[in-house]
């Protein structure tokens, strides 16, 4: 069973805790609940940290005393509708194997048992510091990393400890893997990430790009596909599988994996050939138009067919209803960037709006704006409070430079894919991680034993996790969504903040552990007292509130200053940093043919490259990762069993040909192979996936671990996985 590592390795842990600090259970934490059953309850605000930590759906609860006992939408927030994850979080909260003490090891590295006992806040603070010091001091400040998981919430402070610590190898599970992928190829077009948008009522067409928010957007996303479609928007929907929003779609476009850069040609062609495309706003606003319209001769709607596997006739047709337009689109995708052509893939998509003028026009996708100096809190929250100069002056020094030059040279966050590597070059000595699992990677156990052969490693979560945590020195609680002040949630002008309880056993925020470990190792005025709050107020201030003043306008979100949504914003000179018009990019125009790829000869336009294929040995892709509903990576399952109830074991979408093909029914065990591995779930027989393709989530551990089966080899421009693209046989479980 999954959760069996960490409820077995929870037993270990709490053998070696004394009797006397035993951490109180969920049973008990009701208990008190119960006993105070006549104590009014009182109304709590917080966000969800279920998904991934980015729409920040509000959540309204009811508490008596400091126990919460219900939880529902929190109606006159933004993104106001729960899904299950956020109904779950309760249970995660209650869940008798939080982490609620900082422990320590006591066995050395690489025992079966790391024997971790509990240790005081100040002991390990103590620790932390005095090991950081010593490293800094012996190999520099850039030899230790800094590292946030999936948790976007605690980055800007951990960001900023990075900062005044003095070390620019920062990562996140962005740098890792995940959407940057595709805003690397954003940033490459436009100078700026732009991922599209929704409809708005002067749209006419849709283009979404291999993107199911049906499913990985629960607040609303497919309300408002649905409702375009019924006001007469015409859909194009990009994906490998038949999803529900694919099943909204006038036409559904669905390529072999990892083709999107020659089915993206193909449209483009048709539309360059008969004349559909904007050409004033290309001749005024496009760099490279000639050049990549002359690569995409080649991609008529036959050829294009053959290398993609879709008809011809759905080429042709997909161009002629996008360009009714205005048109929109949603990227907002993870899945094309992981695949070795993965950037290269995205960057075509985007090539097809700009081509026909689609870009921050009334009915098309308008850029982002926000509050001054606001670059989102899985970025840093404002470019001051982590200092982005400074990121971006030591960008040269970092070690992914040879790697990934592109990533290197556009990028503030460190890629550390190569980490292992440069465990054993010697050049990373320490690691400080805030919500890490190695799980992340592929070949995670090469990862896991890089962070054992460190000097120093410690990290701070909700859960003790053996697979990511057990060869840690010191592994600190971390508290909960309900229990913290930081970050805010930011929606354009509007913010939310939050009313929390007070955290379970010791557990303490992700900000609070960055600001006490900060004051320790660097100056203590740089980490506001160790306040989340004051440290909020410090951006809230600029934008014209406090987080008190907020507070008191709850259950009301907050009004702030900020730049004015506008279309058209390139031609007045508001995308560039010296307010002149056009785009932020090495050209001042739109790139199809990139300047920043050219610079490090890693090509111009976003070409086609043919991903790996299926082998007579291994004749099945399987897109490793795609999102089920009710369900996050690999932690939601264990942390809230109430979702395992709805998925108990690893389930892998199969073709009803490509099943009966091996004798697999519905429901039987099956085991996955190729060369790197095997990883063994049930077979669930659906047409959701074409013939030759298997999709599945990622995220299951044990024996059901699916990341054993991806290679390390990794897309030249961002340095991501191809978790996507891999190859294996299935066959019935014995
Ligand atoms: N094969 C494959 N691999 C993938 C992907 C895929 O699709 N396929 N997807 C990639 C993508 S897009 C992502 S986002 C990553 C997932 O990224 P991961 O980092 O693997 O994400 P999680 O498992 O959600 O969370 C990591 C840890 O953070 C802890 N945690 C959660 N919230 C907090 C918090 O607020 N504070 C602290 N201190 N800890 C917290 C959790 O308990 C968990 O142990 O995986 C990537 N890897
Ligand atoms: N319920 C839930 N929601 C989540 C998460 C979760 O774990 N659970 N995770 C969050 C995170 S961290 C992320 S990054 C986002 C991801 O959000 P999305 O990217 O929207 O989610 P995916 O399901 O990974 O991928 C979208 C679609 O891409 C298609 N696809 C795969 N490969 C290709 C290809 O080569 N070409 C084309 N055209 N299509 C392809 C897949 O079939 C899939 O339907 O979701 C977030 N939301
Ligand atoms: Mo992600």
Not at 471 to 493: H, K, Q, V
Request: hydrophobic share 35%.
């Amino acid at each position: 069973m999954t959760n069996l590592n960490v409820t077995l390795s929870r037993r270990g842990l709490f053998k070696t805790i004394p009797i006397a600090a035993a951490v109180p259970s969920a049973a008990s934490m009701f208990i008190t609940g119960a006993a105070k059953a006549q104590e009014a309850e009182e109304t709590g605000f917080t966000i969800c940290d279920n998904c991934n930590q980015m729409p920040m759906c509000g959540i309204k609860f009811q508490k008596q005393g400091n126990t919460i006992v219900s939880v529902g939408n929190w109606k006159e927030h933004q993104q106001k509708l729960l899904c299950n994850k956020a109904l779950a979080t309760l249970q995660r909260l209650y869940n008798p194997n939080r982490l609620l003490y900082p422990m320590k090891r006591t066995n050395p590295k690489g025992s079966d048992d790391p024997g971790f006992v509990r240790c005081s806040w100040e002991e390990a603070l103590g620790m932390i510091a005095a090991n950081l010091k010593a490293i800094r001091e012996k190999y520099g400040p850039e030899s230790v990393l800094f590292f946030c998981g999936d948790p976007k919430e605690p980055r800007p402070a951990v960001m900023r400890l990075a900062r005044h610590f003095g070390s620019w190898h920062y990562a996140t599970e962005s740098s890792v893997a995940c959407r940057k992928g595709s805003m690397l190829a954003e940033e490459l077009t436009f100078g700026v990430e732009y991922s599209g948008g929704g409809c708005g009522l002067k749209t006419k067409s849709y283009l979404v790009i291999a993107t199911n928010g049906a499913w990985s957007k629960p607040h609303g996303w497919l309300n408002g596909v649905r409702a375009a479609k019924k006001r007469g928007v015409k859909i194009v929907v990009v994906d490998v599988r038949r999803t529900k929003t694919a099943e909204l779609a006038d036409v559904h476009l669905q390529p072999r994996q990892g083709t999107d850069a020659a089915l993206a040609a193909g449209v483009c062609r048709v539309l360059f050939e008969e004349g559909l495309y904007n050409k004033e706003f290309c001749d005024k606003w496009v760099h490279g138009v000639e050049e990549y319209r002359n690569y995409c001769k080649q991609f008529t709607p036959e050829k294009t067919e053959e290398l993609t596997g879709v008809p011809a006739n759905l080429v042709v047709e997909a161009a002629h209803i996008y360009a009714q337009g205005p048109g929109s689109f949603a990227l907002t995708s993870q899945s094309l960037s992981h695949s070795t052509n993965g950037v290269n893939n995205t960057r075509a998509w985007l090539c097809v709006p700009v081509i026909l003028g689609y870009v921050d026009i009334p009915g098309g996708a308008l850029f982002g704006v926000g509050p001054e100096g606001y670059i989102c809190h899985d970025n840093g929250l404002t470019k001051e409070f982590v200092d982005y100069k400074w990121f971006q002056s030591h960008k040269k020094d970092r070690l992914d430079k040879d790697f990934v030059p592109v990533w290197n040279y556009t990028q503030v966050q460190f890629n550390p894919n190569k980490l292992p590597e440069w465990v054993k070059e010697g050049k990373l000595k320490a690691f400080c991680g805030f919500g890490f699992n190695v799980m992340i990677w592929p070949q995670p156990d090469v990862y896991a034993e890089a962070i054992k052969n460190m000097d120093f490693a410690f990290a701070t979560d909700y859960f003790y996790r053996d697979i990511s945590h057990k060869n840690l020195d010191l592994i600190l609680p971390a508290a909960m969504n309900y229990e913290r002040y930081a970050p805010f949630a930011t929606f354009g002008n509007k913010v939310a903040v939050r009313k929390p309880v007070k955290p379970l056993g010791e557990a303490k925020e992700d900000w609070w552990i960055a600001f006490q470990i900060g004051a320790l190792v660097a100056d203590p005025k740089d980490f506001f007292d160790g306040d989340p709050v004051k440290a909020c107020d410090s951006v809230l201030q600029k934008w014209g509130t406090t987080y008190a003043e907020a507070q008191k306008n709850l259950p009301n979100m907050t009004v702030v200053k900020a730049q004015k949504q506008e279309p058209l914003k390139y031609e007045k000179g508001l995308l560039r940093h010296d307010g002149q018009p056009g785009f932020e990019t090495p050209s001042g125009k739109i790139e199809l043919v990139s300047e920043i790829t050219k610079k490090f000869n890693l090509g111009t336009y976003p070409e086609y490259q043919q991903p790996m294929q299926p082998t007579a040995q291994y004749p099945l892709k399987v897109i490793n990762g795609t999102r089920a509903p009710y369900i996050t990576h690999s932690k939601v399952r264990s942390d809230s069993p109430y979702s395992l109830e709805i998925e108990p074991m690893s389930t892998i979408d199969i073709n009803p040909k490509d099943a009966a093909a091996r004798g697999i029914k519905e429901g039987d065990k099956i085991v996955l192979k190729n060369q790197n591995g095997e990883c063994h779930g049930k077979a669930r027989v659906s047409i959701i996936v074409p013939p030759g393709l298997v999709g599945m989530q990622y995220g299951w551990r044990g024996n059901q671990n699916s990341q054993v089966l991806i290679p390390r080899t990794f897309d030249k421009l961002s340095g991501y996985a191809p978790y996507f693209e891999t190859c294996v046989e299935i066959t019935k479980e014995a």
